[in-house]
Nanobody, 124 residues
Framework: QVQLVESGGGLVQAGGSLRLSCAASGVSVSFYGMGWFRQAPGKDREFVAAISGLGGPTYSADSMKGRFTVSKDNAKNTVSLQMNSLKPEDTAVYYC?????????????????WGQGTQVTVLS
């Protein structure tokens, strides 16, 4: 059974930082492409960042490049999202997802498994 469990969300002031983690079981982050998406109230789910399996490339949404960094720890089977210089518009539920094979990495339908999400709220 595959489980992806996000943690690290919370309240933060604008300009602050948060680090989200995704603990995976039933899939190996070494082999799977791992992505982060977010969904704000009333908006569609939006791609944030992704990291390929087997040492492949990372991907970032243009609007978050330079502020958000995705990484993984194969030994711990976790994926992290470091978020810096947070803005109120970054407020959303953030989801971790796993894909057997990444194509664009930016489309939610590429991902086979999803976590339940963690809330990030950035205060102005």
């Amino acid at each position: 059974q595959v489980q992806l469990v996000e943690s690290g969300g919370g309240l933060v002031q604008a300009g602050g930082s948060l680090r989200l983690s995704c603990a995976a079981s039933g899939v190996s982050v070494s082999f799977y492409g791992m992505g982060w998406f977010r969904q704000a109230p009333g908006k569609d789910r939006e791609f944030v960042a992704a990291i390929s399996g087997l040492g492949g490339p990372t991907y970032s949404a243009d609007s978050m490049k330079g502020r958000f960094t995705v990484s993984k720890d194969n030994a711990k089977n976790t994926v992290s999202l470091q978020m810096n210089s947070l803005k109120p518009e970054d407020t959303a539920v953030y989801y971790c997802a796993a894909a057997l094979r990444l194509r664009t990495a930016r489309l939610s339908n590429e991902y086979n498994y999803w976590g339940q999400g963690t809330q990030v709220t950035v205060l102005s």
